[in-house]
């Protein structure tokens, strides 16, 4: 089975601290993913990434950046956090190039910003 | 970018069958359909993925129309443990021209009765 893992389940940080939420495939494959879910808005991408060091903008990604070095790996940071981060976050992983191929998700990093 | 519109929730009793419309209006060409289903505290979990007319798989079937602005999602019998919030995404493949911009619906809150 695939299988998708994060750091840590929960985080808790205080404003303008900068905040790492790791993410860990062992499938190997291309297409890595990161979201975050807010009661109304459902889920919204902040970044993916393509390949190692590839990344692309997804619909909310002002405030946080991302990193690829291995391909099993993705990080999303938060440069300096705000209280409009406190946020349930959760990464993906694909094999299929592109968005058709079938997503599989981590369990979700809760975070508050205090 | 396909936006789509779902119910915000639904209810219903077991061993009914419950179909699940989702609204994208502005599909491209390139995009497919695909549904996730969410428990609380978990991430999304994939069920089927379509493009045009009818998929099926082991639970449940995937209905388009040939204009593809809508697609229902069907759940044979449902049982209690189908109660979860269901998504519905449009996405096309990396490069495809739609911005590489993935649209999760709201979800659906499917509540499952005895």
């Known amino acids: 089975d695939v299988k998708v893992t994060q750091s840590s389940r929960y985080l808790v940080k205080r404003t303008g601290e900068k905040v790492f939420l790791e993410c860990v495939q062992d499938m190997d494959h291309e297409n890595m993913f990161w979201y975050r879910q807010d009661p109304g808005l459902g889920l919204r991408l902040i970044y993916f990434s393509y390949d190692v060091k590839m990344k692309e903008k997804g619909d909310i990604p002002e405030g946080y950046s991302v990193s690829r070095e291995k391909k099993e790996r993705f990080s999303l940071i938060l440069e300096s956090a705000s209280t409009n981060q406190t946020s349930m976050y959760l990464c993906?992983?694909?094999?299929?190039?592109?968005?058709?191929?079938?997503?599989?998700f981590g369990p979700g990093t809760r975070l508050t910003v205090t | 970018l396909a936006k789509t519109t779902q119910p915000i929730s639904m209810d219903s009793y077991e061993g009914q069958e419950v179909n699940i419309t989702c609204s994208h209006n502005?599909?491209?060409?390139?995009?497919?359909i695909t549904w996730y289903q969410q428990f609380p505290s978990q991430g999304p979990r994939f069920i089927i993925q379509g493009y045009k007319t009818k998929v099926t798989n082991e639970v449940a079937s995937l209905f388009i129309p040939a204009d593809r602005k809508s697609s229902t999602l069907s759940l044979p019998r449902v049982s209690l443990s189908d109660t979860a919030v269901y998504y519905c995404?449009?996405?096309?493949?990396?490069?495809?021209?739609?911005?590489?911009?993935?649209?999760f619906g709201q979800g659906t809150t499917l509540q499952v009765k005895p």
């Open positions: 993906a992983s694909s094999l299929i190039q592109g968005y058709q191929g079938e997503q599989y």
């Open positions: 502005n599909i491209a060409t390139n995009d497919y």
């Open positions: 995404l449009v996405g096309g493949p990396y490069g495809s021209g739609n911005t590489g911009k993935l649209i």
